[in-house]
């Protein structure tokens, strides 16, 4: 029999998909179970770089779902923000009489602002930035309040058809007919900002490897996210050109720099390959990190102009993902050229405590609620 507890997560990133079994453990903690990972080329602009490929990586990881001890019968895909787009939409229903609002009553709601039809897209995701009542109060969660009437601004993520047809296809040759699709921002948004901070509202940047993705979160719901192609890997591609080294070498070099030391100018860093020692100019390197930061950081405000929206100054931007949060230097560099504070957000739990887990948690636990 399925464990109706346990469910299992395929997470997709810019640089590898990873897919695993879990379910909750005790004190908010998960159990994952036969987490299996793979690198591929990626996607950019909301394509996939190489289809076949991915098709390829995605099977083998079926097999890791496959060869559980528990049989799980659906499998939920987190969707990254370049393959979705979001809609905000405001609806309203009023009732004969005063009445408690119930699940009912919310999903007529959602339907009532929006019924879905946008062209080659389909609805993932529902959810309230916030909700009125009869007497003119807000709540970020209605149900169980009595009123004459319900009002709501609701959150809609979209994603692609073309996805969700390729998706499916694959799981259901490899015996899985149920598959669901979760968007990535609203997960991450849900599960590592704390529901007083998004009642206010967050700004979150996920920086990837190749691709990163800007979300204002009010609520439980998305008001604003922009997707676009830069990450972590800019940088390695940057230092592989600059040095004329093979692409390997410049992650080393990348991973190794500290954008806060005051070198001389004839300090290196050391970087062994094999019997091979090769030096790098500690000033160059930072020289070529913070302008490819800097890059990062006109993307984020630019994003944040798109919105239209006017953010308090005290709002700090919240940073996550694998693509920069290990570079010594760059969340204070970020906020230097953004003229915010930055902070970085992760999973608060044993092990799995890092930025780069940050998708694949949010994703599952954002999987358990839906089960």
């Keep these: 029999m399925q464990n109706s507890e346990q469910v299992a997560v395929i997470d997709i990133g810019s640089s590898k998909i990873s897919a695993f079994v879990g379910e909750r453990g005790v004190n908010g903690t998960f159990i994952i179970k036969g987490y299996n990972e793979f690198a591929y080329s990626g996607f950019l602009s909301g394509e996939f770089l190489d289809k076949t490929e991915t098709e390829e990586v995605l099977r083998k990881l079926v097999l ?15 969707v990254p923000a370049g393959f979705t787009k979001n809609i905000v939409r405001d609806a309203q229903i009023s009732f004969n009489k005063k009445r408690k609002i119930t699940d009912k009553e919310i999903d007529e709601l959602y339907a009532m602002g929006f019924s879905g039809d946008s062209t080659g897209y389909s609805v993932i995701n529902r959810s309230p930035i916030f909700f009125e009542l009869d007497d003119f109060r807000k709540t970020p969660d209605a149900v169980g309040e009595v009123s004459v009437s319900l009002k ?6 979209l994603c692609g058809d073309s996805f969700v047809s390729f998706f499916r296809s694959v799981l259901r040759s490899e015996g899985f007919n149920e598959c669901e699709f979760v968007s990535v921002a609203l997960a991450e948004a849900l599960y590592l900002v704390s529901p007083e901070s998004r009642d206010r509202i967050a700004l979150i940047a996920d920086v990837g490897y190749i691709t990163s993705t800007v979300t204002v979160i009010q ?18 591609a940057a230092l592989t050109e600059a040095f004329n080294v093979p692409f390997d070498i410049a992650e080393k070099v990348k991973r190794k720099a500290s954008l806060s030391i005051d070198a001389k100018d004839g300090d290196v860093y050391e970087i062994v390959s094999g019997d091979d020692v090769m030096y790098f100019n500690i000033n160059k390197v930072k020289r070529i990190v913070n302008a490819n930061l800097d890059k990062l950081a006109e993307e984020i405000d630019a994003s944040f102009k798109k919105t239209r929206m006017e953010f308090p100054e005290y709002l700090p931007l919240l940073l996550t993902g694998g693509g920069i949060t290990y570079l010594r230097g760059a969340k204070e560099r970020l906020s230097s050229r953004l003229n915010m504070n930055v902070e970085v957000i992760y999973p608060d739990l044993p092990l799995y405590d890092k930025p780069i887990n940050s998708s694949m948690l949010s994703v599952l636990n ?3 609620e839906n089960n």
Excluded: E, N, W
């Design 64 to 78: 890791t779902v496959k060869q559980g001890k528990t049989p799980v019968k659906t499998v939920y895909i987190g």
């Design 152 to 157: 709501g601004r609701v959150s809609y993520v």
């Design 219 to 236: 609520g439980d719901g998305i008001l604003y996210q922009r997707s676009f192609d830069m990450g972590g890997g800019m940088i390695t």
């Design 366 to 368: 954002l999987a358990l």
